[in-house]
């Protein structure tokens, strides 16, 4: 075991780790992408795979610096996250499920080197590295890049589970009614619908009320004058 004296061993220490999660990391992304069914999210993932050929070549290019070898190390937490994602490849699931369990396997990934680099940077500048840390930094910026694009890639996503299409099937008014109508579209309809019903009773004749009413007020219907909901 390496003996670690100051900022700088420990630096090295660190960047081994980090070139160790790199490499292993460029073996898992080309199955993530394959596994992909959005295409936005399989570009997302092509395209973090050649950042992360970048990474290394960064990682290499430092170790010259520093005349050190970045190998020799084994990143164990990244050997954890590339085994839930291969995981996540296997799972049973409707394809914008597993899209989004691949975005979270993913960003579990990305946090993790985030974690990493800063740490590693900030060991760079203790140790007087200030050309290390600033190659470090832009490892960093896109990293954080990346996992911003993946929450994005997530929140615009369009989900059409089995279990709404089985709701369609058995609903025959939906194939009436737009795909993706909202709660607040339904509400609206059902709050139509008593209205309709109430200007049905009030549209009945007087005399229909009976006798007992005569000489009083005409009363306002149920639900007359009050503000619906969402008005």
């Known amino acids: 075991m390496t003996k670690i004296s100051n900022p700088r061993d420990l630096l090295v ?9 790199e490499n292993q990391l460029l ?4 199955k993530m ?4 069914s959005s295409d936005e999210l399989r570009e997302a993932f092509e395209t973090h795979l050649e950042q992360t050929k970048g ?4 990682l290499d290019k430092i170790g010259e610096q520093l005349g050190e070898s970045m190998t020799g190390k084994k990143c164990k937490a990244m050997a954890g996250l590339v085994a839930e994602g291969a995981d996540v490849i296997e799972e049973d699931a409707e394809p914008a499920m597993r899209d989004l369990a691949l975005i979270g396997a993913a960003q579990k990934v990305e946090h993790y080197e985030i974690a990493g680099y800063g740490t590693t940077r900030t060991l760079a500048e203790l140790a007087g590295e200030d ?3 600033g190659i470090l930094q832009e490892t960093l910026d896109e990293e954080g890049e990346t996992d911003k694009l993946l929450t994005k ?9 089995e279990d ?3 709701d369609e099937a058995d609903d025959g008014q939906t194939a009436a009614r737009p795909k993706g109508l909202s709660a607040a579209a339904k509400a609206s309809e059902s709050d139509d619908e008593s209205t309709s019903q109430v200007a049905v009773e009030t549209e009945q004749p007087l005399g229909a009320r009976g006798n007992k009413d005569e000489g009083k007020p005409m009363s306002a219907a149920p639900g007359m004058g009050k503000k619906r909901p969402g008005r």
Request: charged residues 40%; aromatic residues 2%; without cysteine.
């Open 13 to 21: 220490e660190e960047l081994k780790d980090l070139y160790s999660a």
């Open 27 to 30: 073996k898992a992304l080309p």
């Open 164 to 166: 709404e299409r089985d």
């Open 153 to 161: 890639i997530a929140s615009e996503m369009e989900l059409d589970t």
């Open 55 to 58: 990474h290394i070549d960064r």
């Open 33 to 36: 992408a394959e596994a992909a």
């Open 131 to 133: 050309d290390i840390a």
